[in-house]
């Protein structure tokens, strides 16, 4: 079973950026799809993006295209999020999630395991 735990959140001005970790630990990541979701006040869980093992699939919900990227570091068995040009309607409690079938799902329920997510707030 592995568990993961968020960090990096905060709080940003419009425009700035962040770079959100996904470290995993009791088993590597190789072998896991992860997927990177969000959710603010009031509102569904979204997915924001997701990458395969293989890192060959990879999704971005349109409202971050162009703007997020993710990669991943088995080194360090961790995923990163990095947000660049950040909006107001950005901010949300984030959460990376493990799928252990390896595929990119954009559906939260797809994924078993789960980190207790990182705040990030846009704002002026």
């Known amino acids: 079973q592995v568990q993961l735990v968020e960090s990096g959140g905060g709080l940003v001005q419009p425009g700035g950026s962040l770079r959100l970790s996904c470290a995993a630990s009791?088993?590597?990541?190789?072998?896991?799809?992860i997927g990177w979701f969000r959710q603010a006040p009031g509102k569904e869980r979204e997915g924001v993006s997701c990458?395969?093992?293989?890192?060959?699939?990879?999704y971005w919900v349109d409202s971050v295209k162009g703007r997020f990227t993710m990669s991943r570091d088995n080194s360090k068995n961790t995923v990163y999020l990095q947000m660049n040009s950040l909006k107001p309607e950005d901010t949300a409690v984030y959460y990376c999630a493990a799928n252990f079938g390896g595929l990119c799902y954009p559906h939260t329920y797809r994924y078993m395991n789960w980190g207790q997510g990182t705040q990030v707030t846009v704002s002026s």
């Open positions: 009791g088993s590597t990541l190789n072998s896991y799809g």
């Open positions: 990458i395969s093992s293989s890192s060959r699939s990879t």
